[in-house]
């Protein structure tokens, strides 16, 4: 069976720009969630989405937003890219509940110049 | 306070011991406790999830959870240079449908040296 995908592996943008990441959640998972992880730190919770509708929000910028589809893909975008927006932005999916696992895909690498 | 903290690390053990792993986390009303394991470069990798009080045991590993002092922790029995790796310890505290937001520590790096 297929991981959660994420689509680009790399990307380097230019302060300003907008970047849109991609996550393709495992099959059967309705859950998804991004997370930002600096160098050196844990990663931090941005946003969680759950049957298309937002459930969760961490402490990041309005210029971050998401989205679910009915496929239960989703997308990450930034708006007005900092040079402290540089980081591995990772997805995860998981089945809906206390007693499952989350599952991340192997990340999107953002460089930010 | 920090919401999940781990031992600082750097962790270094011989091949063979047993590598110990701590985490103290602030909200008495988390519900589900994680161990990712992630080497450098690559994303964290889900080791262990516990969510009862007492012990998790899966092969090498052992999660211990002590909700009444707030405090995770996992043990790597035989532990191989292959471990070396750093360790998150990750909590759940949503309740509901809201079950994406995990909260890690800072990580502790772990190396086994021969």
């Known amino acids: 069976d297929a991981g959660v995908t994420q689509s680009p592996t790399h990307l380097i943008k230019t302060r300003g720009q907008q970047v849109t990441l991609r996550c393709s959640p495992i099959?059967?998972?309705?859950?998804v969630s991004w997370y930002q992880q600096v160098l050196g730190q844990g990663p931090q919770f941005i946003f969680q989405?759950?049957?298309?509708?937002?459930?969760g929000r961490g402490n990041f910028p309005d210029r971050f937003s998401a989205r679910q589809f009915p496929n239960y893909s989703s997308e990450l975008n930034v708006n007005a890219l900092l040079l402290g927006d540089s980081a591995l932005y990772l997805c995860?999916?998981?089945?809906?509940?206390?007693?499952?696992?989350?599952?991340f895909g192997s990340g999107t690498r953002l460089t930010v110049v | 306070q920090k919401e999940v903290e781990q031992n600082s690390g750097p962790l270094s053990v011989p091949e063979g011991a047993i590598a110990s792993l701590n985490c103290t986390y602030s909200?008495?009303?988390?519900?589900?406790f994680f161990w990712y394991r992630q080497y450098s470069g690559k994303s964290p990798e889900l080791i262990m999830f516990i969510y009862s009080n007492g012990d998790k045991e899966d092969g090498r590993f052992t999660a211990q959870l002590n909700k009444a002092s707030q405090y995770v922790s996992l043990l790597i029995r035989d532990s191989q240079p292959s471990d070396s790796a750093t360790y998150l310890c990750?909590?759940?505290?949503?309740?509901?449908?809201?079950?994406?937001?995990?909260?890690f520590g800072q990580g502790t790096i772990l190396t086994v040296h021969p």
């Open positions: 990750a909590v759940n505290n949503a309740g509901g449908t809201s079950y994406g937001k995990l909260t």
């Open positions: 099959s059967g998972h309705k859950s």
């Open positions: 909200d008495r009303g988390s519900q589900s």
């Open positions: 995860a999916s998981s089945l809906v509940g206390l007693n499952y696992g989350y599952t």
């Open positions: 989405y759950y049957e298309k509708e937002e459930r």
